[in-house]
């Protein structure tokens, strides 16, 4: 993969090159690393305040009000009855559901752990997969990268994307449980 990104760049700065616009060359390399480094502090920022808020959230026990929620739904769709790993995917999917991807991973982890303590084999058991397609097709109520992203590049309404987001994984997550119960049932005959 290194070798394609090299590839990427030499080829790029070489049509520069024979286009005669080395100056867009040397303007590209000097203000790069510090819109990188805008958006690295933004998203870093944002990834703090969200993580603080869903600590918040747990420390005030909202997360067992919401697990509450959740559990019926999850035992219609897991087969597990570990309580430690429905703890862990209510956690992660609260998380997700708030658009903080990167606090949902520890979660994530820890469900995927007591998952595969009911699995015997080494491949993955149909609740890990599951799993899997659930946090693949995350419902984001708030989009929180996207809608950084999107207020960084000057958008004029950068939550505009709210509603399709919450439409298109509704749809995706729709079929991809589907999908994986259908496969499942498919693979124990």
């Known amino acids: 993969m290194n070798a394609f990104w090299l590839f990427m760049i030499l080829f790029s700065i070489l049509v520069q090159v024979i286009n005669g616009d080395i100056n867009k060359i040397t303007t ?5 690393p510090k819109t990188a480094l805008q958006i690295f502090v933004t998203i870093a ?11 918040l959230v747990q420390d005030s026990g909202l997360i ?7 559990k019926p739904i999850l035992t219609l769709l897991f087969k597990t009855k570990n309580e430690e790993a429905f703890k862990w ?9 708030l658009g903080l991807g990167n606090a949902a991973t520890p979660a994530g982890i820890k469900a995927m752990e007591e998952l595969s303590k009911e699995n015997s084999k080494d491949l993955a058991s149909s609740d890990m997969i599951l799993f899997v397609i659930l ?3 995350s419902i984001q109520l708030i989009p929180t990268t996207v809608i950084i992203l999107r207020h960084e590049y000057g958008s004029e309404n950068p939550t505009v994307v709210v509603f ?19 496969i499942s049932r498919v693979l124990r005959r």
């Open 135 to 137: 946090n693949t097709c």
């Open 64 to 70: 067992k009000i919401l697990e509450r929620f959740l």
């Open 28 to 32: 590209i390399l000097f203000s790069a």
């Open 45 to 55: 920022c944002s990834i703090i305040l969200w993580s603080g808020f869903l600590r």
């Open 164 to 182: 399709p987001i919450l439409f298109v994984s509704l749809v995706g997550l729709f079929f991809g449980v589907i999908f994986c119960k259908v």
């Open 89 to 97: 995917m209510s956690t992660n999917i609260i998380a997700n559901l």
